[in-house]
């Protein structure tokens, strides 16, 4: 069997997909050398070498990447902030090791103001409203106000307020969600507009898809649709966090989507991905398109794209690929990835978090075992349900740290489960026990991912959307 070493980037249960994809190869001997942000229970054990970059710093990155240059065939990258920080640009340079993931300058979340303005080029007709606000074109707080409130005046007040940059200011914030006056909005306008650039969207009403493809430079394969659940608490109330958890149908398509929306998703995408192969084909291989469509009566429009695996998404497929993920990476690097084939099964993540996660333990305080904050993590009886399940579960832990021979969670999304079945109840029952099955840490979920109440509500919304259309 030939050996193959790879350098797996890692941050969260996204990273730790990959890692398990790469260990249940069966054409190849896989050795892991994993540059992580913490110690990682699941990552320790499958690596051959596991460091630990808190900060993801990408000279750090690039210098354990030279350490172990003459065992390494390839880097694959799965956070975003070490690929916008131009991860693959340097390792590339000072190693010669290929990575996978686009180069920094087509990490195009870098700037919203530049993405959105790349969309209005390409496929304006999938591009919302919007408008920038740049501080240089404003001598007064009353000057700029005037112009956001006669933009509010043309929106009717249902807008999305976005910094240019990732991490500037307070963040996305929606009408209806974090404020609901304009005053509120325009506070939270300028505690981002202090920073730089703003730009104001119109709030689209509508359901929410992710699309993600794998792109080997010259083709585009796109991967079956999800749907995340990025709201804390169970019917999509509480603060957006990081994905709750998602699902994957059967087939290619969700349930409230058609074929057409599938349809009308790939050649918008692809209409993007030819403009910008123009330039340079090789730097967008990996996946320069993490998609977050909104579906309307009117056909999809893009909320926005990232030039990363989706988290939790991308959990939805590792898992059901029927190809052999190291060869689905050599044929990224040499230009001929042409399809990738998946077993036809429907696929449930739930995430389980700490006990601060999204404010849980301020609102619902009852709710919460105070005796297990801060203690170890038990997973024990979770994976010991590969006995029940086989194949049909995945336990990925994600912003957990092992300390001696125990786990714990810590501030963010703690540990993923994810069902496989043939619908998407069933394979839903199966992430639901395998989460019940982790005890301690006072870790917490939500328990209406891709239940039957929510995805109809959803497929209800969408045959009333196009109704309106008519």
């Not at 209406?448 to 995805?455: E, F, L, R, T």
């Amino acid at each position: 069997m030939e050996k193959v070493g790879i350098l797996v980037v890692s941050y969260g249960a996204r990273a730790v997909a990959m890692v398990d994809s790469f260990k249940r190869s069966i054409n190849y001997d896989v050795e892991l050398y994993i540059a992580d942000k913490q110690r990682n229970p699941f990552n320790v054990k499958k690596s051959v070498k596991h460091v630990i970059i808190p900060d993801l710093n990408v000279k750090k990155i690039c210098r354990f990447a030279e350490s172990n240059k003459d065992k390494i065939d390839f880097c694959i990258v799965g956070p975003e902030k070490p690929i916008m920080n131009g991860v693959r640009d340097l390792v590339e340079k000072r190693t010669n090791i290929p990575v996978i993931c686009p180069t920094k300058e087509y990490a195009i979340e870098i700037s919203k103001v530049a993405q959105r303005l790349l969309f209005q080029e390409i496929v304006p007709e999938a591009n919302s409203r919007f408008r920038i606000f740049n501080p240089k074109d404003y001598k007064s707080q009353e000057q700029v106000k005037k112009a956001v409130y006669n933009w509010l005046d043309e929106l009717e007040n249902k807008a999305v307020v976005k910094p240019d940059k990732p991490a500037a200011g307070k963040g996305v914030g929606v009408w209806g969600d974090h404020f609901t006056t304009r005053q509120q909005l325009f506070e939270h306008f300028l505690a981002n507009f202090q920073y730089g650039s703003v730009i104001i969207e119109e709030k689209i009403e509508g359901e929410e898809s992710s699309f993600q493809a794998f792109c080997d430079g010259k083709h585009l394969v796109p991967l079956p649709e999800t749907r995340d659940y990025k709201r804390a608490f169970d019917g999509d109330s509480g603060p957006n966090t990081g994905g709750m958890g998602s699902y994957k149908d059967v087939d290619d398509v969700l349930p409230f989507m058609t074929d057409a929306d599938r349809a009308k998703e790939i050649k918008i995408v692809t209409k993007i991905f030819e403009k910008l192969k123009a330039a340079d084909n090789k730097a967008l291989r990996g996946m320069p398109f993490y998609v977050a469509f909104i579906h309307t009566g009117k056909g999809p429009k893009i909320l926005e794209n990232n030039s990363r695996p989706g988290d939790p998404e991308i959990q939805n497929i590792l898992p059901i690929l029927k190809d052999d993920f190291v060869d689905i990476c050599y044929k990224i690097l040499e230009g001929n990835l042409i399809r990738i084939e998946l077993e036809k099964a429907a696929t449930v993540l739930t995430y389980k978090v700490p006990p601060n996660y999204g404010g849980y333990s301020s609102i619902f305080p009852n709710l919460v075992n105070k005796n297990e904050i801060g203690k170890s993590v038990n997973l024990t009886k979770a994976y010991e349900m590969t006995r029940k399940y086989g194949e049909r579960i995945r336990v990925y832990p994600a912003s957990m740290e092992l300390r001696d021979s125990e786990t714990y969670a810590l501030k963010s999304r703690a540990i993923s489960v994810i069902g496989i079945s043939e619908n998407i109840e069933a394979a839903r029952q199966i992430s639901l026990e395998g989460i019940n099955a982790i005890k301690g840490g006072a870790l917490w979920h939500r328990t209406d991912i891709a239940s039957k109440q929510h995805v109809g509500k959803s497929i209800r919304h969408m045959e009333e959307l196009r109704r309106r259309k008519q």
